[in-house]
């Protein structure tokens, strides 16, 4: 027997901004791999539609949400500068629900904001960081051509006063 499946994957919207707002405060009560905790978003709905707003409009910025049987299951986000001289940098966040861990969906979201990058005339690089004990994220990350550019000690902190070191990544865009 088969079971079928929709996964739909957008450009967030401002009015996506509570559902954002939800899905980023379970990946912080899901996961201690991000940067966000269980204080979660701070950032209100409408701090999250205007952020949202401005990714919209500048050429050097997306937020890839998506959808899998209409739940929020991800999101993928490319911010950049607007300074001209590292306006080609893209820094990547990306986030999936635990419930959709292990299951393609960090694969696909991060090859659509890769072809993204690739077809944009600003982004030439992609920036990340992730924990170096979050092996399963570094192995995705190298598959996809990121290499290790540094080692970032004390780069995250744990609540129970541990500190964790961060690899910082990129991937060159041709």
């Known amino acids: 027997m088969s079971v079928e499946y929709d996964l739909l994957l957008r450009e967030a919207e401002a009015s996506d901004a509570f559902i954002l707002i939800d899905f980023l405060n379970q990946i912080g009560q899901e996961s201690d791999y991000t940067t966000l905790d269980e204080t979660g978003m701070l950032m209100n709905p409408e701090q999250v539609a205007a952020f949202l707003e401005q990714q919209a409009s500048l050429p050097n910025r997306i937020s890839i949400v998506a959808f899998f049987n209409e ?94 070191d961060v690899y910082l990544m990129g991937k060159l865009i041709d």
């Not at 959709?100 to 030439?124: C, H, K, P």
Request: proline share 0%; charged share 30%.
């Open 71 to 164: 739940e929020l299951a991800g999101l993928v986000s490319i911010t950049a500068d607007r300074y001209k001289r590292v306006a080609h940098i893209g820094d990547v966040f990306v986030a999936v629900k635990k419930a959709f861990w292990n299951q393609g969906l960090g694969r696909i979201l991060m090859e659509e904001v890769i072809d993204w990058a690739t077809e944009s005339d600003i982004i030439r690089k992609l920036a990340l960081s992730v924990q170096v004990r979050n092996k399963r994220a570094i192995h995705l990350y190298k598959s996809l051509g990121f290499e290790i550019e540094g080692l970032q000690k004390r780069g995250a902190y744990l609540e129970e006063g541990k500190f964790l």
